[in-house]
């Protein structure tokens, strides 16, 4: 049997993106996944405010979405994005890490669909809202 939080663990560990964000898995299993992001000068979109860039917000929640498919226990293999609906609610907190969670809600024969939020330390305002829908690979 094939262990899915191990496996979403090294999805988010084999991208190289992943690892230069700093991405760092934290709850994984049972179709959620949450997934922390540093504060990072060279991730500064704005230096006049230090505000974290869009960018980094967005491939934070695409991949904490994907680790969410990954370990959903219905999906038996890899995943990619086919769509993906990002709402920013506000500029993220410089100097804090931003973790975003995502949950599979349902699933199809081929397709996840997930909702996320990425917070700061104020976790009663988003940063961000996000939508998706994933693909599901077959049966191996």
């Known amino acids: 049997m094939v262990d899915l939080t191990a496996l ?3 999805f988010i560990q084999a991208l190289p993106h992943s690892v230069l964000l700093g991405m760092a898995p934290q709850e994984m299993g049972g179709g ?3 997934i922390s992001m540093p504060y990072k000068d ?3 979109g704005d230096p006049v405010t230090g505000v974290i860039h869009g960018g980094a917000v967005s491939a934070l929640m695409d991949t904490c979405c994907g680790a969410a498919v990954m370990c959903h226990p219905d999906n038996k293999g ?3 994005t086919i769509d993906l609906r990002i709402d ?3 500029a993220a907190t410089p100097g804090q890490t931003i ?3 995502a949950t599979c809600y349902h699933m199809t024969r081929s397709v996840a669909f997930v909702r996320a939020v990425a917070l700061d330390d104020d976790t009663e305002n988003p940063v961000a809202t ?3 829908a994933f693909t599901v690979e077959e049966k191996r």
């Open 8 to 10: 979403a663990r090294q």
């Open 32 to 34: 959620k996944a949450s």
């Open 42 to 44: 060279d991730l500064i």
């Open 78 to 80: 890899g995943t990619a």
């Open 88 to 90: 920013y609610m506000r």
């Open 99 to 101: 973790t975003a969670r």
């Open 130 to 132: 996000a939508t998706g």
